[in-house]
């Protein structure tokens, strides 16, 4: 019976689709790949290999050099593309990554990347309404840890709620956002909600033959520690494409960043911040090679989140966080075959701690 309900509910929106006129593009890819570690190492926070930014602070040295592997599929994602009228248009996209979770199996459960909407006002300008990136440190870092991603290591941008308004004007692309000053993922309303926080972002965006200069700003108002502050920053992005090499690299420098859910070092207050990334791609006919470096910084390290569990303390409390990578991918058949290493540093409380990574895997694009 339940076989027949669900055969005639895909058949009644099949038909429902068709008779909005509406067509739709999937995407997406698999991707499986083993992590090992000599050290410790955080996710996000979390001390677990599921998307490494950073080393793991621990008093035990016994724990914190203890190597260790894990094997992950997380990464892989899904999405679909939907076209409407001349004039409409959505994406909605998701992968498997729960961070909190180090090497799940059959708990594995879908994560909301992207759903959005689009209305195309003119021909060169549309208005997005929806879950989507940031328009603030826009441009992303070459790497095959596609959910690391040099965050924490001076790619700030994220995702969030938001309404966006794009235009394109010969070789420039501006853009204007208003959208939630951050994220809440309790069950109750907080000062995010019962304040009403919005956050104001854009960028300006220019093409240059091979070059793409993207500079971007945002601010928010949000109640700190004892009053109401401004929190704001600014990023500077370049990309280069030939048919020789490729480069992306952003600089940013703000204020009180990841009190409004982008990913630079957390504080407890609003305090000056700053950080880079510079990623490069060499491609050949044997193999395609990668290398790149990221870094943040917070200024004022006396306000580092420091707040421990047992014997090991996560991101939260770092001061400075460093990312430097080595790779190279060979296309086998259809598979994008890759290897990718990575050296670590974090530093706490005025102490440095190392950690080097290797990830090794296959990319299945569809």
């Known amino acids: 019976m339940n076989k027949i309900f669900l055969v005639a509910s895909c058949a009644l929106f099949s038909i429902s689709f068709n008779a909005l006129a509406v067509s739709s593009e999937f995407y997406g890819f698999f991707k499986g790949s083993v992590f090992h570690s000599t050290d410790a190492v955080n996710s996000f926070y979390n001390p677990n290999m599921v998307a490494p930014t950073s080393v793991s602070y621990s008093p035990s040295l016994s724990e914190a050099d203890a190597t260790r592997t894990t094997l992950q599929v997380g990464q892989s994602r899904l999405g679909t593309n939907i076209k409407g009228s001349s004039k409409t248009s ?11 979770q180090s090497s799940p199996t059959t708990s594995s459960h879908p994560r909301l990347r992207k759903a959005y909407l689009n209305y195309q006002i003119t021909d060169d300008a549309l208005i997005r309404f929806g879950q989507d990136w940031d328009s603030f440190s826009p441009f992303n870092p070459i790497t095959f840890n596609y959910i690391g991603n040099y965050f924490n290591s001076g790619n700030v941008g994220f995702m969030r709620q938001q ?13 204007l956002t208003i959208g939630q000053a951050g994220k809440n993922s309790s069950g109750q309303d907080s000062d995010l909600e019962k304040n009403n926080s919005l956050s104001y972002s854009g960028y300006v965006q220019k093409i240059l033959g091979n070059h793409i200069v993207n500079l971007s700003a945002i601010t928010a108002r949000i109640r700190g ?6 929190v704001w920053g600014s990023s500077l992005g370049h990309k280069y494409k030939n048919n020789f090499f490729e480069t992306v690299s952003e600089f940013y420098y703000g204020e009180g960043l990841s009190q409004v859910a982008l990913l630079s070092l957390p504080t407890t207050d609003v305090v000056k911040e700053y950080g880079a990334h510079l990623t490069a791609k060499v491609p050949t006919k044997k193999y395609d090679y990668y290398a790149g470096f990221g870094f943040a910084k917070n200024k004022d390290s006396s306000t580092s989140v420091f707040s421990s569990s047992s014997e090991k303390f996560t991101t939260l409390g770092a001061q400075e966080n460093y990312t430097y990578k080595l ?10 075959l890759f290897t990718e290493a990575a050296r670590l540093k974090t530093v706490y409380q005025s102490t440095s701690y190392y950690a080097s990574t290797i990830e090794l895997g296959a990319v299945y694009k569809f």
């Open 90 to 100: 959505a994406n909605v996209e998701i992968d498997f990554v729960d961070f909190g």
């Open 163 to 175: 309404a966006k308004y794009i235009k394109k004007k010969g070789s420039y692309e501006y853009n």
């Open 225 to 230: 520690s004892s009053k109401k502050e401004t």
């Open 327 to 336: 790779g190279l991918s060979k296309n086998v058949d259809e598979f994008l």
